[in-house]
């Protein structure tokens, strides 16, 4: 059974920092590239980093340079740690394969909000 569990949001003043964890099935973190998604209320959810299974990195232009991604494979645990925070950045943030459909399952999600 897939498994994908956010956690680390919170409330956050701009240029604070955040560290987003998730937590994985073995079945679908083993093999794949991961990334971390983003939701922001009325807008299509978005990718904003992946890492492959070797640990190349590749990010979206509006985080590049403030977030990371990292992955502990022996723990199937997918990170990000997002500093220099902006008020856009404020989303529902989710992790999943790098090629996950709208349609694959998805977890619940961990809110970060950015107060200006």
């Known amino acids: 059974q897939v498994q994908l569990v956010e956690s680390g949001g919170g409330l956050v003043q701009a240029g604070g920092s955040l560290r987003l964890s998730c937590v994985a099935s073995?079945?679908?973190?083993?093999?794949?590239?991961m990334a971390w998604y983003r939701q922001a209320p009325g807008k299509m959810r978005e990718s904003v980093a992946r890492i492959t299974m070797s640990g190349f990195t590749n990010y979206a232009d509006s985080v590049k340079g403030r977030f990371t991604i990292s992955r502990d494979n022996a723990k199937n645990t997918l990170y990000l740690q997002m500093s220099s925070l902006k008020p856009e950045d404020t989303a529902v943030y989710y992790c999943?394969?790098?090629?996950?459909?709208?349609?694959?399952?998805w977890g619940q999600g961990t809110q970060v909000t950015v107060s200006s």
């Open positions: 999943n394969t790098a090629r996950a459909l709208s349609s694959d399952y």
């Open positions: 073995g079945s679908i973190f083993g093999i794949n590239t």
